[in-house]
């Protein structure tokens, strides 16, 4: 049972460098996130969508985009990296707004 | 808009303790979940309860119990006997509709430490 995947793990960016994390979920789920998850801030909702070809801006969407063209995949692009973009990136997935979400293992992200 | 709201950022016990995390929430729907995430050292997110806003029933799980109360907007979570497992980070969130499709809001979580 893979759940939610993501990848990859760990990455290294330089300012100015672009990158895409990839998320992948094998449960059907209609609705998928991206969340960056800062010391002492919770975890901040980047964007999402409820389904294929539906995506919508969290509350921190400046510096991302994302792209949703099946169901299962959602991933996340950085275009132009900021240290302020150093963060730990969580993907989810969850069958609608309601439901409980199921979280990949996250990407420790560092922009130096 | 909608919120949650974790005061308590880091709380330690000694094993075997009772401790009840805190949550307050705001919004303006009628409808809405809340929720309840574990999230231990190794990092990943783990879905603990979901509640809906027309059940206020407590509700028990072996050592975990939630206590939701509408007329004061907190969804609070305790642990009874608690272990050093327990020791983790706890998140509260919110699921409504502030605005276009359904929305889940995060605390900021609480930190806690169980002492052997």
């Not at chain 1, 990455?11 to 998850?37: A, E, F, P, V």
């Not at chain 1, 990136?89 to 293992?105: H, I, K, L, P, W």
């Not at chain 2, 016990?13 to 805190?22: A, F, G, I, Q, R």
Request: with cysteine; proline share 4%.
């Amino acid at each position: 049972n893979a759940g939610v995947t993501q990848t990859p793990k760990f990455r290294i960016l330089k300012i100015g460098q672009s990158m895409t994390l990839q998320c992948t979920q094998d449960m059907n789920h209609n609705y998928m996130y991206w969340y960056r998850q800062d010391p002492g801030m919770g975890l901040k909702l980047i964007y999402y969508s409820v389904g294929a070809g539906i995506t919508d801006k969290g509350e921190v969407p400046n510096g991302y985009n994302v792209s949703r063209s099946t169901t299962e995949d959602f991933p996340l692009r950085l275009e132009l990296a900021a240290p302020s973009q150093t963060s730990v990136y969580f993907c989810a997935s969850s069958y609608d707004g309601n439901t409980e979400a199921f979280f990949g293992q996250g990407t420790r992200l560092t922009v130096v | 808009a909608q919120k949650v709201t974790q005061a308590q950022t880091e709380i330690s016990v000694v094993e075997k303790e009772d401790v009840t995390l805190d949550c307050v929430y705001e919004t303006r729907d009628t409808t809405y979940y809340l929720f309840w995430y574990k999230q231990p050292p190794s990092g990943e997110l783990v879905f603990l309860i979901r509640r809906n806003s027309f059940d206020e029933q407590n509700e028990i799980s072996g050592r975990y119990s939630w206590n939701f109360q509408k007329s004061t907007s907190s969804f609070n979570f305790t642990i009874t006997a608690s272990q050093v497992v327990d020791s983790a980070v706890y998140f509260c969130a919110l699921s409504g509709l502030p605005g276009g499709y359904q929305k889940v809001t995060f605390g900021i979580g609480t930190k806690l430490q169980v002492i052997p």
